[in-house]
């Protein structure tokens, strides 16, 4: 057996959790294989912050489970990983790894061969396995069984990768697809990655951030960020919309805009995989939107792109704000005019609708930041701005720095 991390999941998704799993168990019964063994923990409470600005709470009961995966061998082989080619110009893999096993980084460019039967000839997917010895094949579907004398592999691996997405693992590709079959070239339904991305911006603009895994945890399945950016690519759903729904996810230019910059970064020196040691996700990540056309089964890859890079420009900002002498500034409940530079802007979901998280800095290094829902005033990172606001108080940031919240924003005179 083999343990895998726990898994904290609201109580009101146990009794699917467990169906799933009674699902798989039947599998290995069947095969005679080792069942998933299930170890549920206490029932405990949490809470999740539904406005930043008034740091309004609503709290729940979660569950911790852990699970472990029956590991069967094969004459000493067994499963570490999918393979699915990614591009028709060049060899780049999306890796779809088996909980707890780690790919070796040869295979994310290797070609689609089968070093079982030898035969070089365009595959959609190949399989990794790794022996007790430590030496690793890549084997094609259709000779998995005859490269294992036999035994039913197909079926083992496909009971590994639904256990997977219990985990969330592998950017919510299609399990139930792991064995489609090879042999000629084949094109999966997609969408050019621009205007999908620009979509994705748009949808973030107007409700925030939701991933799949938090849309599953909070019983929002289908509602994520990247499921309702699919369903606004589809012509018939905006067209059947309410015409107040419509205008709440019209694209704006500044979507466009966004798509480009993370497109960007996705493609620069920062993801060369011969400039820095890229992980899984990342590499994933940078294959998916490599080119100019995304299949729907990696649109939730390439939409997580958005909070990935959100991430990386709040790392680089706190570098930043690390080399500079941050002060508080003001008394709380008093307005200040000021002219700050605009370094972050977000959009935050909460209970009372999306609001915009600003992060700004003054000449002498100070930062600010607020949490902003009016209309009356609205910047773009690298801004200089004069506003008026009035300090909410005064606070330490993640990293210790001194930061001053301010609230009331309005557009100012400046200092």
């Known amino acids: ?61 979660v569950v911790d489970v852990a699970i472990t995966t029956p590991r069967v061998g094969f004459d000493g082989w067994h499963f570490v990983a999918k393979l699915e080619k990614h591009g028709d110009s060049f060899h780049r893999n999306v890796i779809f790894a088996v909980p707890g096993e780690t790919v070796p980084d040869d295979y994310r460019t290797a070609p689609s061969k089968c070093d079982h ?87 973030i603009r107007a409700d925030g951030w939701l991933s799949r895994g938090k849309a599953y945890e909070s019983g929002l399945h289908g509602c994520s960020t990247a499921d309702m950016a699919n369903l606004l690519m589809d012509p018939k759903y905006v067209s059947a919309m309410s015409e107040e729904k419509r205008g709440k996810y019209a694209g704006h230019p500044e979507d466009k805009d966004k798509a480009k910059a993370v497109l960007e970064w996705l493609r620069s020196d920062y993801f060369d995989p011969d400039v820095r040691k890229l992980n899984d996700y990342e590499w994933n990540l940078s294959t998916v939107v490599a080119d100019d056309f995304v299949t729907w089964k990696q649109t939730g890859i390439a939409a997580s792109a958005f909070p990935a890079h959100d991430n990386y420009r709040g790392q680089q900002a706190a570098a930043r704000q690390a080399k500079r002498d941050s002060k508080w500034v003001g008394e709380t ?76 924003l309005a557009p100012g005179k400046g200092k």
């Open 1 to 61: 057996m083999q343990d895998h991390e726990r898994l904290t999941i609201p109580t009101w998704n146990r009794a699917k959790l467990e169906s799933k799993i009674d699902k798989i168990n039947r599998r290995c019964e069947r095969f005679g294989w080792p069942l998933v063994g299930v170890e549920w923990g206490e029932t405990r409470e949490a809470f999740v912050v539904l406005n930043e600005k008034t740091n309004t709470r609503t709290y729940y009961d």
């Open 333 to 408: 409940k008093k307005r200040l005019d000021l002219t700050v530079t605009v370094e972050i802007v977000r959009r935050i979901e909460g209970y009372y609708g999306v609001s915009t998280m600003y992060i700004m800095v003054d000449d002498d290094g100070n930062k600010f930041i607020c949490f902003y829902s009016g209309h009356s005033f609205e910047a773009d990172e690298g801004d200089q701005v004069n506003i008026r606001a009035t300090v909410k108080k005064h606070e330490l940031d993640k990293m210790g720095v001194k930061q001053t919240q301010l609230t009331r």
């Open 117 to 203: 039967c030898q035969i070089d000839r365009e595959r959609n997917n190949t399989y990794v396995l790794v022996h007790e010895d430590g030496s690793h094949k890549q084997v094609g579907s259709t000779c998995i069984n005859d490269f294992l004398n036999g035994y039913d592999a197909e079926g083992y691996a496909t009971m590994l990768q639904s256990i997977a997405v219990l985990f969330d693992l592998g950017g919510d590709p299609d399990y139930d697809d792991f064995y489609d079959g090879e042999g000629g070239h084949r094109n999966s339904a997609g969408v050019d990655t621009l205007p999908y991305m620009a979509t994705v911006a748009c949808v």
